[in-house]
C-alpha cells in the first residue's frame, strides 16, 4: 500500500528531458495543434485533452511515447490521428511544444453536484477497501501534479477525456504508465469512482 501512495494514479505517465524548451517558438509549432486542442490548449471538444497549464516533463513524454507508437503500435502510445501530427518532430521541437503549453492557463469548469462527494473522496482519500490510493498523493491537493517527478497536472481536464484515459488504463489498452501503476489502480476502481473522481478534477484547483 505504502507503494501505491507515493505512485499512484500516475494518471499519464512520465520521463525526464535533456532539452530546455522555447515557448516562444512553441507558440509557432501549436498552430498545427490548434484544430483539436484549441488555439490555447484548451480544446472545445471534450474528447480532445486540455494541453493548456499541462506539466512540460509529462508532455515530453507523451509525444515521445505517440513517436514510438507510430513506429511500432506495440510501443509507447499509439493513436491514429497523433501518429501524422509527431512523425515529424523533432526533439527541441516537443520540448519547445512542451514549454509553450506548459506557460498557458487552463480553463476550470463547474463540478456538477451528483459528483462532488464521491470525487473528493477518492481524489484526497482513495479507497483503501479496493486498493485504490488517492490522486493527490501524485497530483497534489489542486491537482497541478509535480512537474519534476513528471506527475501530469489534471485540473480542469475534461471528465469525458479523463474517464476514457483511466478506461483505458484499466482495460490495458493503454500501457505507457511505468511499471503499470495507472493500469493497477484504474483496474481497481468501480466504474461509478472513475466517473465521479473525473467529473471532480473538473473544477479542482
Known amino acids: 500500500m505504502k507503494k ?6 500516475f494518471l499519464f505517465g512520465a520521463t525526464a528531458s535533456a532539452q530546455e524548451g522555447d515557448a516562444a517558438k512553441g507558440a509557432e509549432l501549436a498552430a498545427t495543434c490548434a484544430a483539436c486542442h484549441g ?6 471538444n471534450v474528447i480532445w485533452p486540455k494541453l493548456a497549464g499541462q ?3 509529462y508532455l515530453e513524454k507523451q509525444l515521445h511515447d505517440f513517436q514510438a507508437g507510430a513506429k511500432d503500435q506495440s510501443q509507447g502510445r499509439y493513436d ?16 519547445d511544444l512542451s514549454a509553450y503549453y506548459a ?4 480553463q476550470l469548469g463547474a463540478v456538477k453536484k451528483e459528483f462532488l462527494e464521491l470525487g473528493k473522496k477518492i481524489y484526497f482519500q482513495g479507497d483503501a ?12 491537493a489542486t491537482g497541478q501534479g509535480l512537474d519534476l517527478a513528471g506527475y501530469p497536472a489534471v485540473s480542469g481536464q475534461h471528465p469525458e477525456y479523463t474517464i476514457k484515459q483511466l478506461k483505458d488504463f484499466s482495460w490495458a489498452k493503454r500501457a505507457n504508465d511505468d511499471n503499470a501503476v495507472m493500469r493497477d489502480i484504474a483496474n481497481r476502481m468501480s466504474e461509478q469512482q472513475i466517473e465521479a473522481v473525473a467529473h471532480f478534477m473538473l473544477g479542482l484547483h
Not at 80 to 95: G, T
Not at 103 to 106: D, H, M, R, V
Open 80 to 95: 491514429p490521428s497523433m501518429a501524422p501530427m509527431v512523425a515529424n518532430l523533432s526533439d527541441q521541437d516537443i520540448a
Open 129 to 140: 477497501e479496493r486498493g485504490v490510493a488517492a490522486c493527490a498523493a501524485c497530483h497534489g
Open 4 to 9: 501505491l501512495v507515493i505512485v499512484a494514479l
Open 55 to 57: 506539466n512540460a516533463k
Open 39 to 44: 488555439k490555447d490548449g484548451n480544446s472545445a
Open 103 to 106: 506557460a498557458q492557463e487552463t
